[in-house]
T-cell receptor, first 113, second 114 residues
Framework: KQEVTQIPAALSVPEGENLVLNCSFT??????LQWFRQDPGKGLTSLLL?????REQTSGRLNASLDKSSGRSTLYIAASQPGDSATYLC????????????FGRGTSLIVHP | EPEVTQTPSHQVTQMGQEVILRCVPI?????FYWYRQILGQKVEFLVS????????KSEIFDDQFSVERPDGSNFTLKIRSTKLEDSAMYFC????????????FGPGTRLLVL
């Protein structure tokens, strides 16, 4: 059974710092991995989707990498801003027969001015 | 930009009552999903739906749950006899394809069972 772990659980940084959020998964047989942002009491906003054949994806100040063999993905946020404050979730879709995504608990990020 | 919408945003119900949560997926999407998130817990997959059939369902999605696409735009989740532990945020999502495409989530319905 796929297990997804996100470290750290919470992070508080001053504005302008570059950040790395980590996601690890136990089964490397995956179709894709998706990073989401969740604001308090709100839905999930997709940030980046990495297919199993890809090593990284970039969107603006965000860069996500995938190392399937080691079961890890990182989300890099450059020059963080207070508006980046949210919970960041990763979700993995395994390739072993079903397309059910498994979510991590998320990293709660606060960027203070 | 097209988005997934959900109604109601909040629902309070008594234990044992039936509830129907409604979703309007993005119009050209073919795959639809329901997830739930109990307060402070992980987002959990409930069910995926394609071509008027359930594609996948989790262990959570037992006989108390059902899904339907009653017309060309709506996608509903019905809970027949709610329990206290059904209290959660319920998210609908849609995607063009089931695996290789981004899933787009709605804002959620917060369900409170008393």
């Amino acid at each position: 059974k796929q297990e997804v772990t996100q470290i750290p659980a919470a992070l508080s940084v001053p504005e302008g710092e570059n950040l790395v959020l980590n996601c690890s998964f136990t089964d490397s047989a995956i179709y894709n991995l998706q990073w989401f942002r969740q604001d308090p009491g709100k839905g999930l906003t997709s940030l980046l989707l990495i297919q199993s054949s890809q090593r990284e994806q970039t969107s603006g100040r965000l860069n996500a990498s995938l190392d399937k063999s080691s079961g890890r993905s990182t989300l890099y946020i450059a020059a963080s801003q207070p508006g980046d404050s949210a919970t960041y979730l990763c979700a993995v879709v395994s390739s072993r027969g079903s397309y059910i995504p498994t979510f991590g608990r998320g990293t709660s990020l606060i960027v203070h001015p | 930009e097209p988005e997934v919408t959900q109604t109601p945003s909040h629902q309070v119900t008594q234990m044992g009552q039936e509830v129907i949560l409604r979703c309007v997926p993005i119009s050209n999407h073919l795959y639809f999903y329901w997830y739930r998130q109990i307060l402070g817990q992980k987002v959990e997959f409930l069910v995926s739906f394609y071509n008027n059939e359930i594609s996948e369902k989790s262990e959570i999605f037992d006989d108390q749950f059902s899904v339907e696409r009653p017309d060309g735009s709506n996608f509903t989740l019905k809970i027949r006899s709610t329990k206290l532990e059904d209290s959660a945020m319920y998210f609908c999502a849609s995607s063009i394809q089931i695996v290789q495409e981004t899933q787009y989530f709605g804002p959620g319905t917060r369900l409170l069972v008393l």
